[in-house]
């Protein structure tokens, strides 16, 4: 369970989050809708423990996820802007991946097979599209207890988002 409490969050004298109470159980799925700079990424951020609150707390499963780098290992985000080194491949993110998180090898193989990726793919060559479902495969090929997507579907073309939607249910049913 996802456990937001008292939760404020500044940028210099701006004000973004603002005493922030919020409950999420397990096997839910939540959107975030408002308008550009009302606070969705930056609560996006606090709760994988990118950014730290100036009060209040986030915890998952009563752990805090800024504080506990374990829980953190537990939470995927992709984020609205990739990053990605230059002269990343597929395959060389596997590895990275494999070296920072429980990485679970047949979701990989499973999920590149549904989005259709090349592993020796170049990924600063990709398109915008290409990239998010890279994003998505490593993502959930963590197999997160908490699986946090900012613009979800920016740049997935219809098909896909259809898919990944289904993997979205699936999960919620596996629990």
């Known amino acids: 369970m996802l456990k937001?409490?008292?939760?404020?969050?500044n940028f210099g004298k701006m004000e973004v989050l603002k005493q922030l109470d919020l409950t999420v159980q397990d096997g839910?799925?939540?959107g975030l809708v408002g308008i550009n700079g009302a606070g969705k990424s930056t609560l996006l951020r606090c709760i994988a423990?990118?950014?730290e609150?100036?009060?209040?707390s986030v915890k998952l499963n009563?752990?805090?996820?800024f504080h506990d780098e374990k829980i953190r290992k537990k939470i995927a985000f992709?984020?609205?802007?990739?990053y990605y080194p230059i002269g990343s491949t597929i395959l060389t993110l596997r590895q990275m991946y494999e070296s920072l998180y429980d990485f679970d090898h047949d979701a990989y193989e499973k999920y590149m097979n549904l989005f259709e990726l090349d592993e020796k793919a170049s990924v600063l060559n990709l398109s915008k599209g290409n990239k998010r479902r890279v994003a998505l495969v490593?993502?959930?090929?963590?197999?997160?207890d908490l699986l946090l997507l900012d613009e979800a579907y920016d740049g997935l073309e219809p098909l896909v988002r259809y898919r990944f939607r289904q993997v979205l249910a699936e999960l919620v049913e596996e629990g």
């Open 4 to 9: 937001i409490e008292g939760l404020c969050k």
């Open 28 to 30: 839910s799925i939540y």
């Open 49 to 51: 423990g990118v950014y």
């Open 53 to 56: 609150p100036e009060t209040g």
């Open 62 to 65: 009563g752990h805090d996820t």
């Open 78 to 82: 992709v984020s609205d802007e990739q």
């Open 138 to 144: 490593m993502a959930l090929s963590t197999k997160p």
